[in-house]
């Protein structure tokens, strides 16, 4: 803070305010001047005493508005997002006055900067800068604290100020397991035409079906992008070490930590409308493949809990565990046939393993469904062009890409993450 009238202006009205606790004080009694009033910087809309002057922030001016700045001041234990700043001809800063929306730390959401992390985590903005560049000499200790403040905070670095992309440019990084999988198209589909509507960039990146790569992944992309929208695998801790404070909104699975944004698909609703309607259908005996690596352990639980429920016994080889995959529903149908032979109908994790249950039962001789009746769970186009046409749980997975861009608006504003969740339909054709 530069030396003048304008330390001892700001330092009574933190004392003042300070002294008023929850109230919203005027101008005057901040201040003791009749002269400033209460407004809002043009650009970023914080509060704040203005004199009639007051144009708006001029460092926020010259930085888009989701770039964190510095020079916040704290009244009433609460930091504002609005920097101090002096008006030209003025001998005063303005003081920020007012409530803003507060994180779980009491602190405002948005425009966190460096130096917020440092007094969070009591250390110095040097060491702050040090342990988020993953740069030597820190203690993994220090590291670590400093890590947990970001998160705290929602803090991320700067790349406008990094000079890494022009001002206003929002990139969205986007990871999946295997492009290849055809899971995944229509969501990347989703995730990309609803970040063209916002005039947002997104970068895409796979695992090659590897969880343990994620972390480094994560880390990589978090340097380079706004925000982070992924298919994940491993825990919530170790994606967020990874983050390192990075906006992020998981796919498919529910967030256990409550920085996170997610989108999540309504299984139970669908698991039960496919085993009531294999039920409808005359089946008492049905099997299932699992993918038990799979981050979906509540199908086979509400699979059980449903066929509980409709009185349908289910011995516990009846349910096979399979990887996630082509080959490992053919591996599983052929494991469940030679287990189970007097099983009428199969439940399938998802359509790529009944694709290839499918195959497992032709190569057996089988006829679909007169044999066997196979259900699937994804809804994939590919399950439309087999003989016959496979019965699936249809998820709408390009909605899920949409929803994951509103829930990237919703943090990158500052706003608390949300649950999105995604219902299924029970598709009916001609295998079940």
Not at 395 to 407: F, H, N, P, S, Y
């Amino acid at each position: 803070m530069r030396p003048g009238p304008g330390r001892d202006l700001r330092s009574r009205g933190l004392a003042q305010a300070d002294n008023a606790a929850n109230s919203r004080p005027d101008a005057s009694s901040i201040t003791g001047r009749d002269d400033l009033g209460i407004g809002q910087c043009r650009v970023c809309a914080a509060p704040g005493l203005f004199d009639t002057q007051h144009q708006g922030c001029k460092i926020h001016e010259r930085l888009p508005p989701t770039d964190p700045v510095n020079g916040h001041v704290t009244v009433n234990g609460i930091v504002h997002a609005a920097p101090l700043r002096r008006q030209p001809g003025s001998d005063y800063d303005a003081v920020i006055v007012g409530d803003e929306q507060k994180n779980a730390s009491g602190l405002t959401a948005g425009r966190v900067t460096l130096r917020d992390v440092a007094r969070l985590a009591g250390v110095s903005h040097q060491t702050v800068s040090r342990a988020i560049n993953d740069k030597g000499e820190i203690d993994p200790a220090t590291r670590r604290r400093v890590l947990d403040a970001a998160r705290q905070l929602r803090y991320r670095p700067s790349r406008f100020a990094r000079g890494l992309v022009r001002p206003g440019t929002i990139t969205v990084g986007l990871i999946v397991a295997d492009v290849v999988n055809p899971f995944y198209p229509e969501l990347i589909a989703g995730v990309i035409d609803a970040a063209e509507q916002q005039d947002w960039k997104v970068l895409i990146s796979t695992t090659q079906d590897d969880p343990e790569r994620e972390p480094e992944l994560l880390r990589s992309l978090a340097g380079q992008v706004d925000a982070l929208i992924g298919y994940l695998f491993q825990p919530d801790d170790v994606v967020a070490a990874a983050t390192e404070g990075v906006p992020l909104v998981m796919m498919g699975r529910r967030a256990q930590d409550p920085t996170f944004g997610a989108v999540d698909i309504n299984v139970e609703t669908g698991v039960r409308a496919a085993v009531r309607h294999l039920v409808s259908q005359g089946h008492r005996r049905i099997g299932m493949l699992d993918c038990p690596t799979a981050c979906c352990p509540e199908r086979k639980d509400v699979f059980l809990a449903e066929a509980a429920e409709l009185g349908v016994p289910m011995p516990a080889e009846a349910i096979v565990d399979v990887e996630q995959s082509r080959a490992g529903g053919e591996a599983g149908f052929a494991k469940l046939r030679a287990a189970r032979p007097d099983l009428t109908a199969i439940f399938a994790f998802n359509d790529l393993v009944a694709l290839g249950a499918y195959q497992a039962a032709r190569r057996l001789g089988l006829a679909i469904p007169a044999d066997i009746a196979l259900l699937g769970f994804d809804g994939l186009t590919l399950g439309e062009l087999l003989d016959p046409p496979l019965t699936t749980i249809h998820i709408d997975k390009r909605r899920m890409g949409e929803l994951a861009v509103t829930q990237v608006k919703r943090l990158l504003a500052g706003e608390p993450p949300r649950l999105a969740l995604v219902d299924t339909e029970l598709l009916v054709r001609d295998s079940a």
